[in-house]
């Protein structure tokens, strides 16, 4: 991996914009300055990953904006050594963010292409994070509780049993709603049958769909 003095300015930049669109958390802020961005892109489009905008990747999917990571991310108040839970791994980015936070992140995608390479990208950057084919309407049951979880993708609804692998006190965010656009929501689980619904604002992303796909 290439990690030049441009980029490293780039990602500065980066910072800087996010700050002006009003993310606040230092912790955030430092590990998109840290982690880089490029290694989670196809060669073709490296030169525009500093960009604050979603990009392909394989299968069809998306590599989140970093302002929605960054804003996913500061929903979720990540300290130290918490498991966290991502549902779609994609490129990997946001899993490395979270994961250069301190977090311990169990990540999980349906795209078999993408689970691969994903996985081989993450071990070069040598981060906290275990990977796993699978559905992620299903969770993680073997690896519950976790303090968070973080859907990347669509919702169509929240699955209950994501909420029953929460620990009390944790929070789940996610992009609520089919269609064009989606609701950012935090849940948090005050009890294990009482939770606290926050509203965010309207995000875009790509469906969260059943099953793995080839
Ligand atoms: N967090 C990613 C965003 C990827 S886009 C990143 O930083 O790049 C959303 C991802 O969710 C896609 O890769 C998609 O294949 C995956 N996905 C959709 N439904 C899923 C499901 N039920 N289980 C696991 N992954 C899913």
């Given at each position: 991996m290439t990690d030049s003095l441009l980029h490293k300015g780039q990602r500065k930049q980066l910072v800087e914009l996010l700050q002006t669109k009003g993310i606040r958390n230092s912790a955030v802020l430092q590990a998109i300055e840290q982690v880089?961005?490029?290694?989670?892109?196809d060669k073709a489009l490296?030169?525009?990953?500093?960009?604050d905008k979603a990009f392909p990747i394989d299968a069809g999917q998306t590599i989140s904006q970093p302002y929605t990571v960054a804003f996913q991310t500061e929903l979720l108040n990540i300290t130290h050594n918490e498991k966290v839970l991502e549902i779609g791994t994609g490129s990997g980015y946001q899993a490395a963010i979270l994961a250069k936070m301190g977090a311990r992140v169990f990540s999980v995608e349906r795209q078999k292409k993408l689970y691969f390479t994903t996985k081989t990208q993450l071990k070069k950057l040598h981060l906290h994070v275990e990977t796993f084919l699978g559905?992620?309407?299903?969770?993680?049951p073997q690896f519950a509780p976790f303090d968070k979880i973080l859907i990347t993708a669509a919702a169509p609804f929240i699955p209950k049993v994501l909420l029953e692998q929460l620990v009390i006190g944790g929070i789940i965010v996610v992009p609520f709603g089919e269609g064009n656009s989606q609701t950012m929501l935090s849940i948090k689980?005050?009890?294990?049958t009482e939770f606290e619904k926050k509203e965010h604002g309207t995000f875009s992303f790509v469906p969260m769909l059943k099953g793995i796909s080839e």
């Open positions: 880089p961005r490029h290694v989670f892109f490296q030169s525009h990953a500093y960009e559905d992620g309407f299903k969770g993680l689980k005050i009890s294990e």
